[in-house]
């Protein structure tokens, strides 16, 4: 229940107790007091707070609006005030007067809590009772907290889509790195071979010199004649 209203009903409770105990006679005013008084007993006034804060219980409330609030704020006050003011004289032949200021002081704040206990216009100009458009309204919660926000809903699945094709598109792009290091490493042969070529050179020239020396060496030694 709204804290105002655990406010209101405890104010209440304590104006009907603070009745019930003022007087120890169980008879009717009428008949203490004669016939300008009510044929009421202090039992009879006691219970009205006490029903109003067992109505107000029985609704229990969790959302007040913000007027009302603001004006519910000052019942307790208005209710300590019939403590000394009011409750005294109901007991002393004042009932007559005395009970016309409580009953007042209660029907106000009844009327103020009206808007809790009676229909209510909704809306879509709709009335119904009040517990019923508290549900209504608590449903309409709920349903509005189960239904994501639609950007973000939106944005989430994209990122979802996204996240799905670079896992789908992985292997692919592995096997184009793969392709790419062997590039590279076909790239980075050619120095290696050309260094083994020239090697080779070398080696090829070593020995076409050294088969020039020979064959020179060779027709020398055929082209001279021998001494006779």
């Given amino acids: 229940m709204h804290e105002v209203l655990d406010d209101v009903c405890e104010s209440l409770d304590a ?4 009745i019930l105990k003022s007087w120890t006679d169980d008879r009717t005013l009428a008949e203490v007091y004669g016939w300008h008084h009510p044929a009421i007993t202090r039992h009879d006034i006691s219970a009205k707070p006490a029903e109003l804060a067992s109505k107000i219980r029985l609704a229990n409330v969790n959302e007040v609006d913000a007027k009302l609030s603001a004006r519910l704020q000052d019942a307790p006050r208005r209710l300590q005030l019939l403590h000394p003011t009011t409750v005294p004289h109901l007991f002393n032949g ?3 007067q ?5 009953t007042e002081t209660l029907n106000w704040l009844s009327d103020l809590l009206d808007p809790i206990f009676g229909w209510q216009t909704l809306q879509d100009n709709k009335a119904m009772p009040a517990p019923m458009a508290r549900r209504l309204r608590g449903i309409q919660a709920d349903i509005d907290e189960l239904v994501p926000n639609k950007d973000r809903l939106q944005e989430q699945i994209r990122q979802i889509q996204d996240a799905t094709d670079a896992a789908e598109s992985l292997p692919t792009d592995m096997q184009s790195l793969k392709e790419a290091r062997n590039t590279i490493n076909r790239l980075s042969e050619p120095p290696r071979i050309l260094r083994r070529l020239q090697l080779l050179r070398g080696w090829s020239h070593e020995e076409v010199s050294e088969v020039f020396a020979r064959g020179t060496r060779a027709r020398r030694a055929h082209g001279v004649r021998a001494p006779r």
Avoid: V
Wanted: glycine share 0%; hydrophobic share 60%.
């Fill in 98 to 102: 005395a009970l016309q200021a409580l």
């Fill in 15 to 18: 104006l009907s107790s603070l």
């Fill in 94 to 96: 004042n009932a007559h």
